[in-house]
């Protein structure tokens, strides 16, 4: 198994907890959510039992249907998966709890009965048919679980030490030299080809083979897509999610719903978009009318851009129209030699980024009176009563034109400011010029 940071928060989660709570892990499918609870169920207890409802019979699932005695349940539960339990030094797991809503409603009498801890996984939580007629537990803690990020993956790849020497470098605000930023760029560029999903890091650790990856990651959007048609027979939220590196490439002020779906009602759309958002197979950043400390009260639900979860996904999607991507485009795009605009794929990269650290993602738009010309800072932080934007450049220039422009406007509520590029850490006046590979340390 991988290392994954999410261990230590469910360490945590445990000891302060004492049973008082249950753990609910949401996630995209196939981020390894899974494979992290179950081990963490062998190393941290005496005894556990999985049930996972994507498999489980009909017997098990319908021992939720009554829970009055759990006494029998407990016994049944025992005899099923010929497991003992040890009363507060065993844990019994819900896997995919979405696909048993009865077994979710249950966690409430569960954890008051206190005799074992209860740990939930599960994707598409909160849409409607998942939660239809149940009583959402109040006892539930939930962690949010992403594709792995950028140290985790250097991990998998058995460094354990650059991301630490980065972070130093960041704090002290020192360059690598050329040569450094040019190997560090290149090795950052890897991971945003891969990505974050355990298969498909698995793979390209077992083959070194940008073709075999690729057939991984559009295996898991084909399942992202199938899910899609569950929720929506209609296909729209497919559509959406297809059109996500297009929309983005256009460079517009907001993903262009209209050009996607045609004439859609705003009221659908943005039950769409929640339902996308939902499955956390993407990223929503909301336009801001009014940034500044509180960016969630002046949101605008109907202006917002779409990312994906995870830039190796994206990158397959952007050349879904061919069968396979070949390990040509994969070099061309590691070596930074492919032409193509690939600013849109560098902002997916950061989004990823800053969403995996706990940030919500929100940008503005700002028009000049001068040259009536749209200016946008790609993405709005609030920190300390202030806020920090970010400019996203997919090269080494420094040209910050956003930045000023916004700065003229807003400059009593900004903290600092930051350009996202390709060269090595630098500073402009007052803005601090970072490659890309230091944006997890925002």
């Excluded at 696909?99 to 005799?115: N, S, Y």
């Excluded at 354990?160 to 090795?187: P, V």
């Excluded at 959007?221 to 209609?234: G, P, R, V």
């Excluded at 485009?329 to 070596?335: A, D, G, H, N, P």
Aim: charged share 30%.
């Amino acid at each position: 198994m991988f290392k994954r940071k999410i261990y230590s928060k469910m360490l945590n989660w445990k000891q302060e907890s004492d049973g008082k709570t249950a753990l609910l892990i949401e996630g995209a499918r196939r981020i390894g959510k899974s494979t992290v609870v179950e081990e963490f169920a062998k190393k941290e207890y005496e005894s556990y039992i999985l049930i996972d409802f994507a498999k489980a019979s009909s017997d098990v699932k319908a021992l939720f249907d009554d829970i009055s005695d759990l006494n029998y349940l407990f016994l049944q539960l025992q005899l099923q998966y010929r497991v003992d339990l040890h009363e507060r030094k065993s844990v019994i797991i819900f896997d995919e709890v979405q696909l048993c809503p009865k077994a979710r409603q249950a966690i409430k009498a569960l954890v008051e009965d206190h005799r074992y801890d209860y740990i939930e996984t599960g994707s598409l939580i909160s849409i409607k048919k998942n939660v239809k007629d149940i009583l959402i537990p109040s006892e539930e803690r939930r962690l949010n679980m992403y594709p792995m990020d950028y140290e985790e993956f250097l991990w998998a790849v058995g460094d354990q030490t650059t991301f630490s020497l980065l972070a130093k470098c960041y704090e002290a605000k020192t360059g690598l030299g050329d040569n450094g930023n040019r190997k560090q760029l290149r090795q950052f560029r890897l991971y945003m080809l891969v990505g974050g999903m355990p298969q498909a890091v698995q793979t390209y650790i077992e083959t070194n083979n940008f073709r075999k990856v690729d057939e991984i990651k559009r295996d898991i959007l084909n399942l992202y897509e199938s899910d899609f048609a569950k929720i929506d027979a209609t296909g729209r939220l497919a559509m959406l999610f297809d059109a996500i590196p297009a929309e983005l490439n256009k460079n517009a002020a907001r993903y262009q719903v209209n050009s996607v779906l045609g004439g859609e009602k705003i009221e659908k759309v943005l039950e769409l978009i929640a339902e996308l958002k939902d499955s956390k197979t993407v990223l929503v950043s909301y336009n801001v009318n009014d940034p500044n400390a509180g960016m969630s009260n002046t949101k605008d639900l109907s202006r917002f851009k779409l990312f994906l979860c995870d830039t190796g996904l994206f990158v397959t999607l952007m050349f879904k129209d061919r069968d396979f991507t070949e390990n040509e485009i994969y070099e061309k795009l590691l070596s930074d030699k492919l032409s193509v605009n690939l600013g849109y794929l560098y902002e997916n990269a950061v989004a990823c980024c800053l969403a995996v650290n706990g940030n919500e993602l929100f940008y503005h738009t700002i028009m000049n009176e001068t040259s009536k010309h749209n200016y946008e800072i790609d993405f709005l932080l609030a920190k300390k009563n202030k806020i920090i934007p970010i400019e996203v450049k997919s090269s080494g220039y420094k040209t910050h034109k956003s930045l000023d422009i916004f700065t003229e406007k807003f400059s009593d509520r900004i903290l600092c400011r930051y350009l996202v590029y390709t060269k090595d850490i630098s500073k402009e006046q007052d803005i601090f010029c970072i490659p890309v590979y230091m944006v997890p340390f925002l």
